[in-house]
Nanobody, 123 residues
């Protein structure tokens, strides 16, 4: 059974940082592109970042959605079946439930989703 489990969410002051983690199990994680998405109350789910599986030359592609550019960084550790999202300079518009999701090499959509981790900004 495939599972994606997010952790690391919490409350942080504006301008602060959080590092989210996503642990995968039940799949050959290194064969999957994994991304982060977020959804705030009353809003549609939004793409945050993604990191592809490694090419035969060991290269990975990283893409960021507009909210993440210049502030967030995605990384992965295939040996540990983990993907991370380092979030810096958090803003009032960043609170949401953050989800990780993975898709295999041929799927156009994400096959597996985690349950999400909540990020809030404290005043």
């Amino acid at each position: 059974q495939v599972q994606l489990v997010e952790s690391g969410g919490g409350s942080v002051q504006a301008g602060g940082s959080l590092k989210l983690s996503c642990r995968a199990s039940g799949l050959t994680f290194s064969d999957y592109t994994t991304g982060w998405f977020r959804q705030a109350p009353g809003r549609e789910r939004e793409f945050v970042a993604r990191i592809t599986y490694s090419s035969p030359l060991g290269r990975r592609r990283v893409d960021y959605g507009e909210p993440a550019k210049g502030r967030f960084a995605i990384s992965r550790d295939d040996a540990a079946n983990m993907v991370y999202l380092q979030m810096n300079s958090l803003k009032a518009e960043d609170p949401a439930v953050y989800y990780c999701a993975s898709k295999d090499r041929i799927s156009p959509t994400y096959n597996y989703w985690g349950q999400g981790t909540q990020v809030t900004i404290s005043s």
